[in-house]
């Protein structure tokens, strides 16, 4: 799988991949990743990619023309590529989003800077758009970076443990049980005994209560989604 990201700001973004578990399946070849700049492509020669908002408001606004030459070359070299708009506009991204998009050849991320990206790029080029939440950021990388991040440990081989993917919160709309490492007491403070005793089968259940208890407290919207099909 491939990730592009179209971004004027590379160096922002290139040290997340240098580290950890992103930069070791990277070495495994899981996934590669790609970076374009929207000032190669501008025909302005003062090399411009932004400009004031059409019927006024504060701010800038990426220009449609190097965005267009931008992903019609990328279109070009690569028709399958599905290309996602970052914008607080788009639709909550979310871990099923993360799953699905897990199956794609290609992914490009279009990061808006200042006020925006013109409508016009997402009308004819984005296949989504997403939000990374409510509130809003100075750009797109940190977003772009997200999702990447969300959707690339979903891709075969790319986390050491895959058994850890079905235990994590946001499968079946439950937040996962609280965890505890070592030593059993810490601080004063012990860890459930059942975790303990080593009956596979009574944690697992003694996990599922709290799993639902946890969900319950901290995202009732979620609890109410389980209630309604049956599972709590
Ligand atoms: N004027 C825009 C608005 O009110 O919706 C906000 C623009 S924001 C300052 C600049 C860029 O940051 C956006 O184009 C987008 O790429 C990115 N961005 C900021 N917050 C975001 C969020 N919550 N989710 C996704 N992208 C975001």
Redesign the pocket.
Known sequence: MTFTFITLFREIMEGYFNDSILKRAMEEKRFTIDFRNPRDYTKNKHLKVDDYAAGGGA?LTLMPQPLFDLLGSLKKESPKVHII??????KPFRQADAVRLSHKEHIAF????????DERVIETYCDEV???????????EL?SLVLCDAISRNLDGVLGNQGSLDEESFNDDLLEAPSFSKPATFNGIGTPSEYLKGNHSKIADLKFVLALDKTKYFRPDMYKRLNKKGKQ
Do not use: Q
């Open positions: 701010g708009a970052m914008t607080p506009a788009g279009i990061s808006g800077r200042y006020e925006g990206i997403f939000s990374i939440g409510d509130y809003i950021l100075t750009g797109g977003p």
